[in-house]
């Protein structure tokens, strides 16, 4: 299992940038596919984006594309989140989790998951 911790979250106004960070464990050996979601209060766990093991894949959803990116730096066993043009409707936990079953597609199912950080808190103001 992979240990993840997620971080970068913060308060940001809205049309600003935040870049967030999912680090693996340093005794992570093994390939995964990384996945970011999000849970806003009061609503189901959504997808965000995705990564395969080398980078080859990626995934977002419709609302994030072309302001956010996802990227991995596998010799710091970390991928990263990188957010620009928020919005108030992007505030949420944001969560990483690691597909060690599949680690060479960049899936939207939670199920596909098997391992999760503890979350970040990201708020955009208007």
């Known amino acids: 299992q992979v240990q993840l911790v997620e971080s970068g979250g913060g308060l940001v106004q809205s049309g600003g940038s935040l870049r967030l960070s999912c680090a693996a464990s340093?005794?992570?050996?093994?390939?995964?596919?990384v996945g970011w979601f999000r849970q806003a209060p009061g609503k189901e766990r959504e997808f965000v984006a995705a990564i395969s093991w080398r980078g080859i894949t990626t995934n977002y959803f419709d609302s994030v594309k072309g302001r956010f990116t996802i990227s991995r730096d596998n010799a710091k066993n970390t991928v990263f989140l990188q957010m620009n043009s928020l919005r108030p409707e992007d505030t949420a936990v944001y969560y990483c989790a690691a597909s060690v079953r599949w680690p060479t597609i960049a899936t939207s199912q939670k199920d596909a998951y098997d391992s999760w950080g503890q979350g970040t808190q990201v708020t955009v103001s208007s």
């Open positions: 340093q005794r992570t050996t093994g390939t995964y596919a």
